[in-house]
């Protein structure tokens, strides 16, 4: 019987190796979608139990499917010369080793991401859904961008955040309803702020991890922690003082301090791994922090009065338009790169340029320019297979909800249109047994 | 004076080496530990902080005990070509290096899972009497097993959690109090629920480290991380749908979210690192997490009725059955192994079969059925040294309760066979000084 | 452009070693700062979401200010044989690399330290001129101490805890504030206990890596690590014993095990790479355990009172007292320290007395009592530049805070002489926005 771990998990060095150099950041990964994204959404009052239960549940399930998908994309060979597509002559098969886990981690997060634009108002058959079609949908669109069209991208800031946060903010458009946007229940409360602080802390210490684990062992992965690393840090700063700059009382709100503070994390994923010099990743971060902060501040009620867009964990300002930002900066940094700049402290006669833009090592005739169009290109396809699949999606959704809607409270559902009763929206009561506080007392 | 650690230790380069491959996941399974055990166990509405802290005691007393009940059974001489055993004109040393923290950590596990079905009707005198005891009888049990039976059990299913879960349950047999089953107290509530969520992600993400940590190094070691990792994803699915299959209402219950989804863990570990191929650990874990689910929900209630078996933590349920499971599988993937299929992906020509079971290689006249045979023997050695030890610690710890209860509380003691008052049991007043809500107003 | 990285990190082979064998330490040394620290703090009960926050916040800027300061003390040449100092014909630069982000980790742990005194006390400003101008005085603290005196300090315990400890006391006995004293709010409840018991448990766990992190490879490190484990192992058992013992109840308070419990890690810093044998570690825990938990139920009482020295976190326990035991200690083993002792087990010829204590190597002429008098004159530099320092700065803090008090406050504020408003003390209202529990309801 077929063992479908690939040659490199059978094989005493090359696992001991891989384990050595890649098992310690992919546990940073995991503990970034588990207890990060996990107790980040457990900021609502009366919704932490189902914050961080559905996210263990969506993600398992997404880990799983992602296995499928990525190996059914990428098929492996017995012949081992054969390393992708189709096999000659054997059957192929799935390999999974710890890149194949990382990578599940990754596509993981992109549905937590549209996750937390719809929390507190989709029951778990809707999420499982979604996560079900979203995954499709994402690993189409990362083959496309990266082995068609050749677009680099080590943090994944187009294709998880972009890809995650529009794709969940066109669903949540389709399911808008007013009595969620209207509901008092949205809102935190002293404790539940502390919890999710646990879950933004684990995210911002091990974001370096994130935007590293998938990058080019050696100078390039350790740029990528370096970079991500400063501009995190800068980002702290520009989102606590334009916190309490928005503020008529001059106080910071924890809204920001939970969620502006790791956007210079997504907007410098994609250059992370590129000769960003530490100035350069400061000013990112920097920036990051002030966009997203404004975004929470004056954009986020705008959209959702005007727009009827919900947004309950402000998705759009901590992933959407940070994205938008790190997809420039990579069309700008992949414009000035040249071979001179790269390779200049490679003593060991390297390739870091072709190493990081691989596309320019296959065609010397591609250059800069070349590569940065091949960027824009990318995010234009990952903004149209997100918006378009994140609408149908929406549509999907809502008649799945409509037919797993609590049985208890189908009476009192908000309307034919929508799944959750008034009374479940943003509250564990919905689909948890929730003990109450009074029998305690 | 004897420095007292290992030459390795004292060896730059072996020291290095160590650090790399072995700390990483050392750390991981010391956050199971001190961060996984102890809150998982703080879903008790009143019993929180008693639950970490007491677990923070137990686990350090534990540590040091077990470091030396290892060394005094494998003592080490100064003769480094002698390895264990008897030291011929030299004196015996205790050493110590990072398997043998990582070896204490697992020990203590044992008696955290113990700690588990007792939590909230003991005081920290029965607790540490009971890890005095419950660690001798550990230690010996896995000496019998692993030396002289020649069990495998790279996760720790059968001389961890098995040991663990049948010799606190045999303790909690004896010290079974009326009182205790109908407190009001031994009940969650949402935040209680929430903290225990911390623990229970904790122990999820990093049980992989757990299964692997002692794995031998390379490919086994990766298959122990990838099987259970799998094997844990599948569980998390089966004890959502199980969980909301038990329940009138179609709703989750914290109970089943905390444990059952760890159950897959504890299934997988004696045969993580064999070639049970992904999907046989996915079906190991789907099944794990049923079982453990229907535990919880139906199993418990009878046996606490019934039999008058006490389980805070439904520790049969996570550690118990699911041990079971995971040790008839050893005697099954045992019985079925064979050199070809171990070896046909090691292109470097090791010998897979023989490392992973040992005792094959010694005498070429053993085959799987002999193997199968001696996982079945350390499964019967280890369940009775539990169950007996268990007993026995459980009339000692009776009567240890009863000189060392609570003074103020000791007049309304429950009965005089019990140690605890009534208003002590799972309650951290009985044993910490708690600030009032009232004067937080 | 100058990409501002190092040689190293610019080299393939070097970043990826560098990357495996010191990256899990540094994210272990990473979480201390931002959950250990963070947590640890959110005891009070109406302060927690200021204690993560402006951990966080400081930390954040912390790190930056003594990136540029260790830069600007120690800049790196363009010609790679000058290691350090002044660059002849080209233009000194600051280096980044894993080494330099594990360092700023350090030097804000001294800050979070100094913030432990002044936890509730103080507002944004002032903790920010603080950390501006501690982090100053702690860079050139360190420069002294390590490069012109030679002291050695593995675990930072003189260079991080006793500055630390001693600069924010000083500062403290300046800002002291009557009001503050009597203030209700700087109690703990049951749930801000349990949080910061996350704070607790990461900070115990990590320590190995935090002692370790900077000491010489291989047996140097991983001594630091086993030491350090089992100093910490002693520690918890003589802390709830000693705990027990200065109740009349004989309860455990959780102020005790939540700081007195890692008092080893600071005791056994300085010498946690040297010869300590285990049983040496395990004294030195045991004391450590005991003196820091008199240090909670007898001294801070008696400071507050009669030294009118206000200690939030009772920074002087956890770390003033058993830094000044772990300094001596250092002076003890440098003083018996012989190369005899060190290298008897080191069979690769390595000369591990040179590669601890570096001065020795330096100068055949000096022995141990040469280093033993050097660690008394570090002991003596740290002391007083961070007494004389903190006195200074609290003056400025003062000043700084009467310009910064909540402007909704102003009036009310306690006194012409102190920032805070009464009712801003201890309070995350003073600084920001709380979501009230009512609204809740």
Known sequence: MRNNFDEETDNVEKSHKNLISTYPMFQDVHVMIFIGFGFLMTFLKKYGLSAVSLNFLV???????????????????????????????????????LVTLLSADFATAAVLISFGVVLGTTNPAQLSIMAFIELILFNVNEYIGRTHIKAVDAGDTIFVHMFGAYFGLAASRVLYNKKAAESEKAGASQLSDLFSMIGTVFLWMFWPSFNAGAAASGDAQMRAVINTYLSLCACVLTSFATSAMFSHTRKFSMEHIQNATL???????????????????????????????????????????????????????????????????????????????????????????????????????????????????????????????????????????????????????????????????????????????????
């Not at 799983?64 to 060979?77: D, E, K, V």
């Not at 096999?87 to 999974?96: N, R």
């Not at 400061?282 to 929470?296: C, K, N």
Request: glycine share 12%.
């Open 59 to 97: 993600s398992a399930l997404s880990i799983q499917w992602s296995i499928l998908l990525h190996g059914f994309l990428h098929p492996h060979c017995e012949d081992p010369k054969v390393e992708w597509g189709e096999c000659p002559g054997s059957k192929p098969y799935i390999d999974i080793n």
């Open 263 to 441: 956007a210079g994390g997504v907007a410098v994923g994609a250059t992370a791994d590129m000769i960003l010099t530490p100035v350069g990743a400061l000013i990112i971060g920097s920036f990051a922090g002030v966009l997203s902060t404004w975004g929470y501040s004056k954009l986020t009620p705008f959209l959702s009065e005007r727009w009827k867009l919900l947004d309950t964990c402000g998705v759009n300002n901590l992933h959407g338009m940070p994205s938008l930002l790190g997809g420039v900066l990579s069309i700008i940094m992949a414009a000035i790169a040249t071979r001179k700049q790269y390779d200049q402290f490679n003593g060991d006669g390297s390739d870091s340029l072709h190493e990081i833009f691989f596309g320019l090592g296959e065609d010397s005739t591609r250059d800069g320019a070349w590569q940065a169009g091949m960027q824009a290109a990318a995010m234009g396809v990952t903004l149209a297979i997100a918006i378009g699949g994140g609408i149908i999606t929406g549509f999907i959704m809502k008649f799945v909800g409509a037919f797993t809607a609590n049985k208890d409270n189908r009476e009192n559902r908000v309307g034919s249109k929508f799944a959750l009763s008034y009374s479940d929206l943003y509250d564990d009561n919905g689909y948890f047994h929730v003990e109450e506080e009074e029998e305690s007392a």
